[in-house]
Each structure stands twice: as structure tokens, then as C-alpha cells.
């Protein structure tokens, strides 16, 4: 092999690509090509390689003091650099497939780690930072202003603030020297309030007030607000969220330096979204808004090409699934019957974690002492719209035109009572469901009502909460890419990664009363209480994106290629570095398991 294949080669392995070509040649010239055939050891606690380890060809496995397989390398893979960085090794390293590896010198493998900073974190920062460097790696070519930019890279207006007992006719005249429609207020307490020409039109010429008023008679309180260093793209959503066409920028001491519009941030990104917003705002009938609906799968399409994280997309097009919801509620039921009532999702729509339509989760609550059956037909009618519109019914029938899914508060405080009381897997499954359930129109008080009666049952139920809790352990994750790569070429990403994530954190979630719904927001909510530890929040938080990075990137070839939506990934079609990412996301799914099953005590129950 030429020095000019071996450096295409090292090339392609993270992190050799960020060496400078110096330090490539200085790397070139302490690298030999080594042979070693079947059950050679080449690591082991007692012995320490003086080489690092890159494979051409064949396999290696390493192995626990159980002699059990944690880690298998193939072709590309490298390994170890603990060992020579830290002098030790926990496990052992045997020849599974004859091997053909570059074997870089000890010495030489230090000083580039001394040499270059890219290469240093990459081997001694946490497995975190590695699936960051990876998916870096793996994405550079589709990264886009949609994924990287922040709030500070589009245009901030300068914000027009008075105090809030400044006369209103003085505000005004500031606002114009500003050339803004808008006036901040600020409080004496430091909280920052707004006023708009729309609300000058309904507070002041309407009611004819004075322009001498001070302006906090007026001003609506708090203004929402998001920091400078936030992500573009969450501040879109919180845009669309709550029908605003502005929001204060401050900085991280909470201080107003601007006012990001609306307009501004269309112009950004230039996507599709806020029609579809439109649309679903001004539709008056079922067909209008079924046609807006239907545009959903060209925005997810778009924001994954561009390379969009998963939770990003998953939160805004939660929104819009929301609005679709609340919009078909007002339409079909008649309106003294819609505030009797609470429409809820529940299941992946509950935690705003269903990107492509694959199935519905929903149910009604209605108040004590209304009549239930007068909202059947509406509630069979809605189902029959949604399905119509795309949204796929659920096989095991969780749905709103289910009778066990439309009931009373005091119908489902039963339920839940009895779920807990006499529980079986069907019960431990419907209260998993009906956790994660979130009000999307009606009176959403009665949800509240309901949640808070839940937390109350379950107050010292320790064995009922280990029960729930295993669930995590429902399905095998394998652990390394033997095992994960199999016959069949599929992989059934959701059981293997995404369930064991969602059912750990729900549990952790239910005990600690949390009413938090996304699993990303139940993560970091538990990180604050000290429930896990920080560096596990975020090893979670990388493997739970790159697992539905896999699984949307698998469902949207299935869609243009006309198949069915699973939950199956092709694992022979993955890249090197989509291999490596999911092998280190199975790891950590993998301990965290472990850590539900000491935090529950589950092997303490049958």
C-alpha cells in the first residue's frame, strides 16, 4: 500500500481527518501494516500493547473479565487508546476474523494527541462529545443555517423601552425615532411587557383612552423571550407555538438587547411551515383542512434533508399536529360541548415524539355530571376525518371512539385506580399511554384534575413503580455490531433503542411527579432534581437523537419508496460512521438499563 493510499485511508477515520499534513506524514512514518491470524491476543490487563490498533481487514473482539463480548472492531474501526493513554486495560482484545491493521507506534500516538487539540478531545473527552464528533462528521455535508444557526445570526431590531410609568404618548413618540411599531416595557421589578399597534388600536382608540396614561395600563406582561445564543430554529417554534409575530432577545443575564420578528425569521430559513400554519388557522371547512395537513410530510422532508435534529423537528411539527387537532375539534363538536370536555393525545403524540403519522393515540375527558354518549358520534366522526387525513388508526384501538378511551373525571379516576390496584401488562401498557397523554382543545383543567389524582395513588408504591419500571427491560439491546448487523439486514430500532430510553425516563418521570410529557425535556427536568447524573443526561440525549435520526431517516425511504412505515432500520446500509454512531448509542441504552434496574430494584421482584 502506497503512503498516498495510507493516507486516503486515515483519511476517512475520525479524528486522522483533522490532522494537519505534517502531522499525516509524521503519523505515515511511524505506522506499519501488521499481520495477526485468528485467536491472537493482542490486549490484555497483564500485558499492554505499545501499538494503536487500526483495522484494513478481519475483526477483533474485546472482552470482559467475564469473558463476555462488549465491543467487536471491524474494518475502519480503531482501538486502544485508553490503554496507552492511561496505561491499563480492564479487558481483553482477541483476533476474531485473521487480521490486516495499521499499527501506530505509542510514542507517536501521544504526540499527536500533545500536537493537536481536535485529536486530544477526541480520544480523552466522554463518549458524548465522540457521538458529536461522529454525527459532525457524518452530516458536515447537508449542515445548513437550519441546523446551526442561532438567534444572533439573523437580523435583532434595537428594542424601543420606556419605563413602565413613561406617558404614553411619549413611548410613542420614542417608538418612532426607533422606526418600530413595537414598545417594550420594562418594570420596575425587571420583567419586560410589550405593546403592539394593535393593542394601541384595541386599548386605546376603541376605548378611548388618553394618550398621557402611563403605558404599563396597558402593556401585556411577560413578553416572551429567548436568549441570543438559542437555536434559530426553537425560536420559530415558539413563534408558531403561540401565534406571536415577535419575541424579545436577551442575553444570558436576562437583559433586552432586541426584538426578533417573525418576518425576519421566515425570510431565514425560507421553508414551507408558516403556510402550512396559515392554513390550518384560516380553515373553515374538513377539506380545507385536510389539505393543509397534507403538506406535514414535505416540511419533515425538508428539514431532515437540511439536517435538522430530530427533536427540533419532532417539536415543530408536534405544533402543527396540535393545531390540526384542536382546529378538527372545533369544527365537528358544537361549542357548548367542547368546553364540557378535554381532548387529549397520548402515546408519541403525548410526548410530541411522532414525526411521521403511524398510528393515533387520543381520548376524551369529560366533565362529571355531562352526558358521555352525546359525544360519541362527534368523537367516531373525528376519528373518521383524521384517518382520512393520513393519520393511520391505532391497531390496538386507543382511540377517542373507543368507549374505554371517552369517559368521565370520574370514570377515568377508576381506571387509573383499578390500573394500579390490580395490574397486569395491558394495565402497566394503558397507564404508560395515558401518562404521557397531553390536552390539545377543550378544558384542559379536567387533565390536570386527573394527573394530580394519579401522583396521589401512586404516593408509596414502590413495588408497583419496580413493575412499571421493567418494562425497560422488555426487549434485548445488543451491544455490539455483530450482533446488531444480522441475517435478516433489519433491526427493529424502537425496541432495541427507542423504547428502553422512553419507558426508563417515564418511570423516573412518574415517580417524580413530573408533568413534562417529551422525553428530552423529562431528561434534563430529572438531571436538575438530581435524578441522573449530568454526564448521563447527556449521553441519553445523543443516543436517543441518533436512534430517531435512524429510524426517520428509514421511514422516509420507506414512504418514497412506496413500503410500509415500520420501525425497522436496513443495518447493512448503514455508513461506517452510522455504525459507529448506533453501536455507541446501543452502549449507553445498555447502561442505562442497568441504572433503571439498581434505581427501581428490579431484581429484588419476580
Same mark, same amino acid.
Given at each position: 500500500?502506497?503512503?498516498?493510499?495510507?493516507?486516503?485511508?486515515? @483519511?476517512?477515520?475520525?479524528?486522522?481527518?483533522?490532522?494537519?499534513?505534517? +502531522?499525516?506524514?509524521?503519523?505515515?512514518?511511524?505506522?506499519?501494516?501488521?499481520?495477526?491470524?485468528?485467536?491472537?491476543?493482542?490486549?490484555?490487563?497483564?500485558?499492554?500493547?505499545? %501499538?494503536? =490498533?487500526?483495522?484494513?481487514?478481519?475483526?477483533?473482539?474485546?472482552?470482559?473479565?467475564?469473558?463476555?463480548?462488549?465491543?467487536?472492531?471491524?474494518?475502519?474501526?480503531?482501538?486502544?487508546?485508553?490503554?496507552?493513554?492511561?496505561?491499563?486495560?480492564?479487558? !481483553?482484545?482477541?483476533? %476474531?476474523?485473521?487480521?490486516?491493521?495499521?499499527?501506530?507506534?505509542? $510514542?507517536?500516538?501521544?504526540?499527536?494527541?500533545?500536537?493537536?487539540?481536535?485529536?486530544?478531545?477526541?480520544?480523552?473527552?466522554?463518549?458524548?462529545?465522540?457521538?458529536?464528533?461522529?454525527?459532525?462528521?457524518?452530516?458536515?455535508?447537508?449542515?445548513?443555517?437550519?441546523?446551526? #444557526?442561532?438567534?444572533?445570526?439573523?437580523?435583532?431590531?434595537?428594542?424601543?423601552?420606556?419605563?413602565?410609568? !413613561?406617558?404614553?404618548?411619549?413611548?410613542?413618540?420614542?417608538?418612532?425615532?426607533?422606526?418600530?411599531?413595537?414598545?417594550? /416595557?420594562?418594570?420596575?421589578?425587571?420583567?419586560?411587557?410589550?405593546?403592539?399597534?394593535?393593542?394601541?388600536?384595541?386599548?386605546?382608540?376603541?376605548?378611548?383612552?388618553?394618550?398621557?396614561?402611563?403605558?404599563?395600563?396597558?402593556?401585556?406582561?411577560?413578553?416572551?423571550?429567548?436568549?441570543?445564543?438559542?437555536?434559530?430554529?426553537?425560536?420559530?417554534?415558539?413563534?408558531?407555538?403561540?401565534?406571536?409575530?415577535?419575541? *424579545? /432577545?436577551?442575553?444570558?443575564?436576562?437583559?433586552?438587547?432586541?426584538?426578533?420578528?417573525?418576518?425576519?425569521?421566515?425570510?431565514?430559513?425560507?421553508? %414551507?411551515?408558516?403556510?402550512?400554519?396559515?392554513?390550518?388557522?384560516? #380553515?373553515?371547512?374538513?377539506?380545507?383542512?385536510?389539505?393543509?395537513?397534507?403538506?406535514?410530510?414535505?416540511?419533515?422532508?425538508?428539514?431532515?434533508?437540511? *439536517?435538522?435534529?430530530?427533536?427540533?423537528?419532532?417539536?415543530?411539527?408536534?405544533?402543527?399536529?396540535?393545531?390540526?387537532? +384542536?382546529?378538527?375539534?372545533?369544527?365537528?363538536?358544537? @361549542?357548548?360541548?367542547?368546553?364540557?370536555?378535554?381532548?387529549?393525545?397520548?402515546?408519541?403524540?403525548?410526548?410530541?415524539?411522532?414525526?411521521?403519522?403511524?398510528?393515533?393515540?387520543? #381520548?376524551?375527558?369529560?366533565?362529571?355530571?355531562?352526558?358521555?354518549?352525546?359525544?360519541?358520534?362527534?368523537?367516531?366522526?373525528?376519528?373518521?376525518?383524521?384517518?382520512?387525513?393520513?393519520?393511520?388508526?391505532?391497531?390496538?384501538?386507543?382511540?377517542?371512539?373507543?368507549?374505554?378511551?371517552?369517559?368521565?373525571?370520574?370514570?377515568?379516576?377508576?381506571?387509573?385506580?383499578?390500573?394500579?390496584?390490580?395490574?397486569?401488562?395491558?394495565?402497566?401498557?394503558?397507564?404508560?399511554?395515558?401518562?404521557?397523554?397531553?390536552?390539545?382543545?377543550?378544558?384542559?383543567?379536567?387533565?390536570?384534575?386527573?394527573?394530580?389524582?394519579?401522583?396521589?395513588?401512586?404516593?408509596?408504591?414502590?413495588?408497583?413503580?419496580?413493575?412499571?419500571?421493567?418494562?425497560?427491560?422488555? =426487549?434485548?439491546?445488543?451491544?455490539? /455490531?455483530?450482533? =446488531?448487523?444480522?441475517?435478516?439486514?433489519?433491526?427493529?430500532?424502537?425496541? /432495541?433503542?427507542?423504547?428502553?430510553?422512553? $419507558?426508563?425516563?417515564?418511570?423516573?418521570?412518574?415517580?417524580?411527579?413530573?408533568?413534562?410529557?417529551?422525553?428530552?425535556?423529562?431528561?434534563?427536568?430529572? +438531571?436538575?432534581?438530581?435524578?441522573?447524573?449530568?454526564?448521563?443526561?447527556?449521553?441519553?440525549?445523543?443516543?436517543?437523537?441518533?436512534?430517531?435520526?435512524?429510524?426517520?431517516? @428509514?421511514?422516509?425511504?420507506?414512504? $418514497?419508496?412506496?413500503?410500509?412505515?415500520?420501525?425497522?432500520?436496513?443495518?447493512?446500509?448503514?455508513?461506517?460512521?452510522?455504525?459507529?454512531?448506533?453501536?455507541?448509542?446501543?452502549?449507553?441504552?445498555?447502561?442505562?438499563?442497568?441504572?433503571?434496574?439498581?434505581?427501581?430494584?428490579?431484581?429484588?421482584?419476580?
Amino acid at each position: 500500500m502506497s503512503l498516498q493510499d495510507q493516507e486516503l485511508f486515515l @483519511s476517512k477515520i475520525p479524528p486522522f481527518q483533522a490532522l494537519t499534513q505534517e +502531522q499525516m506524514d509524521y503519523c505515515i512514518k511511524y505506522m506499519d501494516i501488521a499481520y495477526y491470524p485468528k485467536d491472537s491476543t493482542l490486549i490484555t490487563p497483564e500485558k499492554i500493547s505499545n %501499538h494503536f =490498533f487500526i483495522i484494513i481487514k478481519g475483526s477483533v473482539f474485546e472482552y470482559s473479565s467475564d469473558n463476555a463480548v462488549v465491543m467487536d472492531y471491524h474494518s475502519e474501526d480503531s482501538f486502544d487508546s485508553n490503554s496507552l493513554i492511561y496505561g491499563k486495560c480492564k479487558n !481483553t482484545f482477541k483476533v %476474531h476474523e485473521d487480521l490486516i491493521c495499521y499499527e501506530l507506534e505509542k $510514542q507517536a500516538f501521544l504526540k499527536l494527541i500533545e500536537d493537536n487539540q481536535e485529536f486530544k478531545d477526541f480520544y480523552l473527552k466522554d463518549l458524548v462529545n465522540k457521538i458529536k464528533t461522529l454525527k459532525d462528521k457524518e452530516y458536515t455535508s447537508e449542515l445548513s443555517s437550519f441546523m446551526i #444557526a442561532k438567534v444572533d445570526d439573523t437580523l435583532i431590531h434595537e428594542a424601543c423601552i420606556v419605563e413602565e410609568n !413613561t406617558k404614553l404618548n411619549d413611548a410613542i413618540s420614542k417608538s418612532m425615532e426607533y422606526k418600530t411599531s413595537t414598545i417594550i /416595557v420594562k418594570r420596575d421589578d425587571g420583567v419586560y411587557g410589550i405593546i403592539t399597534d394593535s393593542l394601541l388600536k384595541v386599548k386605546v382608540l376603541l376605548e378611548g383612552r388618553d394618550l398621557t396614561i402611563p403605558v404599563k395600563d396597558i402593556a401585556i406582561f411577560p413578553l416572551l423571550t429567548v436568549f441570543s445564543d438559542d437555536y434559530l430554529f426553537e425560536a420559530l417554534t415558539l413563534l408558531i407555538k403561540r401565534n406571536i409575530k415577535r419575541v *424579545g /432577545v436577551t442575553n444570558s443575564e436576562g437583559e433586552m438587547i432586541g426584538i426578533l420578528e417573525q418576518i425576519d425569521v421566515l425570510s431565514h430559513f425560507a421553508n %414551507h411551515t408558516y403556510v402550512v400554519d396559515s392554513k390550518i388557522k384560516k #380553515a373553515k371547512t374538513i377539506e380545507d383542512l385536510k389539505n393543509a395537513s397534507g403538506d406535514l410530510i414535505n416540511i419533515i422532508r425538508s428539514l431532515h434533508a437540511k *439536517g435538522v435534529k430530530v427533536n427540533h423537528i419532532s417539536n415543530l411539527i408536534g405544533q402543527l399536529n396540535t393545531k390540526v387537532y +384542536q382546529k378538527i375539534y372545533s369544527l365537528v363538536v358544537p @361549542s357548548q360541548l367542547q368546553r364540557e370536555a378535554c381532548f387529549i393525545v397520548m402515546g408519541s403524540e403525548g410526548r410530541n415524539e411522532q414525526i411521521i403519522k403511524t398510528d393515533q393515540d387520543n #381520548a376524551l375527558v369529560v366533565k362529571d355530571g355531562v352526558d358521555v354518549e352525546q359525544y360519541r358520534p362527534y368523537m367516531n366522526k373525528i376519528i373518521e376525518h383524521l384517518i382520512d387525513f393520513g393519520y393511520p388508526p391505532c391497531e390496538g384501538n386507543i382511540m377517542v371512539s373507543n368507549p374505554f378511551w371517552c369517559k368521565t373525571v370520574s370514570e377515568y379516576k377508576a381506571e387509573t385506580a383499578r390500573w394500579i390496584e390490580a395490574p397486569d401488562m395491558q394495565n402497566y401498557m394503558d397507564l404508560a399511554i395515558f401518562f404521557d397523554s397531553f390536552a390539545v382543545a377543550g378544558d384542559k383543567e379536567l387533565l390536570i384534575n386527573l394527573k394530580d389524582d394519579l401522583f396521589n395513588k401512586l404516593h408509596d408504591k414502590d413495588v408497583f413503580m419496580a413493575y412499571f419500571a421493567k418494562a425497560t427491560l422488555t =426487549f434485548d439491546t445488543p451491544t455490539t /455490531v455483530s450482533n =446488531f448487523m444480522t441475517k435478516s439486514n433489519k433491526l427493529d430500532i424502537k425496541k /432495541v433503542a427507542v423504547f428502553p430510553i422512553v $419507558q426508563g425516563i417515564r418511570s423516573l418521570a412518574l415517580r417524580e411527579k413530573i408533568r413534562e410529557t417529551t422525553t428530552v425535556k423529562r431528561i434534563k427536568i430529572l +438531571q436538575q432534581r438530581g435524578e441522573i447524573e449530568k454526564e448521563q443526561a447527556a449521553e441519553l440525549l445523543e443516543a436517543f437523537d441518533v436512534v430517531n435520526t435512524l429510524r426517520l431517516k @428509514s421511514q422516509l425511504e420507506n414512504i $418514497q419508496d412506496g413500503n410500509k412505515i415500520d420501525n425497522e432500520i436496513d443495518t447493512h446500509t448503514l455508513g461506517k460512521i452510522e455504525r459507529d454512531l448506533l453501536k455507541d448509542s446501543l452502549k449507553i441504552v445498555v447502561e442505562f438499563k442497568k441504572f433503571i434496574t439498581y434505581k427501581f430494584k428490579i431484581d429484588k421482584i419476580s
